[in-house]
């Protein structure tokens, strides 16, 4: 019992490095990746390379299989491209279990020790997450020889002799345990170096280690599908194309294991050399032979799960992917998108105001007040999305984009808010009352409205592109605004004094109007300060000293 126990536990040891590794990679150099990946998928040669390399690197297909989803939903990659990728990326983790399939124990010691000292001393820094890695890469090292010497014990019992000797290769059963092994463990690479290791103490046969590496292949294309089961469409097309890849694969590759082992086994007498190759020659081949193939594939997959359509507010797709959580800098580019569409339904609340004002429509005023609905919605999915995300993951600049996302998306309720209560002010004060405004109040507030709609849009780009010159162009609207409001105010003033009867009965809708107005130009300009701020080109503030003898009074 002693000896199954450690057994247990230097697998569990080995699938807790894996994650490690996994995480510490994506958090230190989560969005490098994602550049890199979007610079090197131009062709699907170039495409299954640049998969290969980041693979190999976060150790997880299922990571890479995020990122690359993302690129899709947002339109930025062909799916047979990013097929092609995830072809790639199946190659890259079956590279690394070659290399870890050599005895590096020795370099466990010092690699934890290391990790540690980073971690503790630098943790808040990219140095610290690094750290991490190297901890979990020692972990994973550890685990492995603990599992050799836990195996090496245990094949010595005579019970454990003889239920090995019972074993009869079964290959479907074999199949079907590696793939709930992997999914369990959430990782096939520490399956199939589990798997390696097991044979290389003989406490399995080979054939058995075979079959089991298959199903440690089919269990990663079914891990992706169960990890993006609640996501988007675009995000679930990938795994799923994936996943056919796995299937047909094994299909064509569990025939032959016994062939494998007749041709090869006599030039590698290393019982883990055979099952680490095998693993790898068969993502080789499966890449190979699909690359020319992807196409048709994402055919297949497209008809099975077709994107909604994007041109209804209920069919737009839902950017806040719960399964991007783990990779923060795919997380954060997701909130963003989201907040952007959270924008884009502002946008058609302010165009549709000056059209209820105009027209009178109470039916539009009505679709437009739900509007508000679903700003208040997104608002507050946004902010639990990023609740979500650990602060401790974020590096400096994402932090810094984390903040603005939930700066950007409270300015953007607030603003819903006050478009809301527009609307039931010229309900309530104009439209019932059958009043109007005088022809120059009413060019007065569309001057005012298009300068609105145009700073909005050029809010919504500041807060995807950073421009800081263009923070600073619409912090200077924010002055304009202020000063056309009150010549407005001034001049409305001018027509009551001079009795014009449209004046007078619109005379407090119209100056309540025109400061709302103002309200939400100052919630659309306040996008500038974080992007300033950052840039370190915010002004100082404008009030002056104040006498001492006034002070006691402000207070």
């Not at 279990?97 to 290391?114: E, G, H, K, R, T």
């Not at 993502?283 to 048709?296: G, K, M, P, V, Y």
């Not at 923070?471 to 014009?500: C, M, P, V």
Request: net charge neutral; proline share 3%; glycine share 6%.
């Amino acid at each position: 019992m002693k000896h199954l126990l450690n057994l247990l536990a230097a697998v569990a040891l080995l699938v807790w490095g894996t994650y490690l590794v996994r995480t510490g990679i994506l958090r230190v150099f989560g969005a490098n990746l994602r550049h890199v990946l979007a610079r090197s998928i131009g062709t699907r040669p170039a495409a299954a390379f640049a998969g290969l390399g980041v693979t190999a690197l976060v150790q997880s297909s299922t990571a890479t299989a995020l990122i690359v989803s993302s690129f899709v939903g947002q339109g930025l990659v062909a799916l047979p491209t990013a097929l092609a990728v995830m072809l790639g990326a199946d190659v890259g983790t079956s590279l690394m279990s070659v290399v870890f399939s050599f005895d590096l124990s020795w370099l466990s010691p010092l690699l934890i020790f290391v990790g540690v000292v980073l971690f503790i001393t630098r943790q808040a820094t990219a140095l610290g997450r690094f750290g991490r890695v190297l901890i979990g890469l020692g972990l994973m090292l550890l685990a492995l020889r603990l599992v050799s010497e836990s195996t090496g014990v245990m094949v010595q019992s005579p019970a454990v002799k003889a239920l090995l000797l019972s074993l009869s290769s079964d290959v479907l059963l074999e199949i079907t345990v590696g793939a709930v092994m992997a999914v369990v463990a959430y990782s096939s690479l520490a399956i199939v170096l589990l798997t390696a290791t097991l044979a290389a103490s003989g406490a399995i046969p080979l054939d058995v280690a075979l079959g089991l590496t298959l199903g440690a292949n089919l269990g990663s294309g079914l891990l992706g599908v169960l990890a993006t089961a609640k996501s988007t469409v675009e995000v679930r097309q990938v795994p799923m194309g994936n996943l056919v890849f796995k299937i047909v694969g094994v299909m064509m590759a569990a025939p032959f294991v016994g062939l494998w082992l007749k041709l090869l086994q006599p030039y590698l007498p290393e019982p883990a050399t055979v099952v680490v190759l095998y693993h790898l020659v068969f993502n080789i081949l499966i890449a190979l032979i699909f690359l020319a193939l992807t196409h048709i594939v994402a055919r297949w997959v497209e008809q099975w799960l077709p994107k909604p359509d994007k041109h209804t507010v209920a069919g737009r797709p839902h950017h806040l992917d719960p399964s991007a959580l783990a990779t923060p800098s795919l997380a954060i580019s997701n909130a963003a998108r989201e907040a952007l569409h959270q924008a884009d339904i502002v946008e058609t609340m302010m165009l549709g105001m000056l059209r209820v004002i105009k027209d009178n429509d109470l039916r539009l005023a009505e679709e437009l007040r739900k509007m508000d609905d679903t700003v208040d919605q997104l608002y507050s999915a946004i902010k639990y999305y990023l609740t979500k995300i650990s602060r401790e993951a974020l590096g400096e600049e994402e932090s810094r984009r984390w903040t603005d996302i939930i700066s950007f998306t409270i300015n953007m309720e607030q603003i819903g808010d006050i478009i809301e209560r527009i609307l039931l002010d010229i309900e309530d004060k104009k439209i019932k009352k059958g009043r109007n405004f005088s022809e120059a109040g009413m060019a007065e507030i569309c001057e005012l409205h298009a300068r609105l709609i145009d700073n909005l849009r050029l809010g919504m780009s500041v807060f995807l592109n950073g421009s800081v010159r263009d923070a600073q162009k619409l912090l200077e609207e924010k002055a304009r605004f202020r000063d056309l409001e009150r010549a407005y105010a001034g001049t409305h003033l001018t027509r009551l004094s001079e009795n014009t009867v449209q004046s007078i009965e619109t005379s407090s809708l119209h100056l309540d109007l025109i400061s709302d107005l103002k309200r939400i130009n100052s919630h659309i300009c306040s996008i500038a300060y974080p992007i300033l701020d950052s840039a370190g080109a915010l002004a100082p503030s404008r009030f002056r000293g104040v006498p001492d003898d006034r002070q006691g009074a402000l207070l």
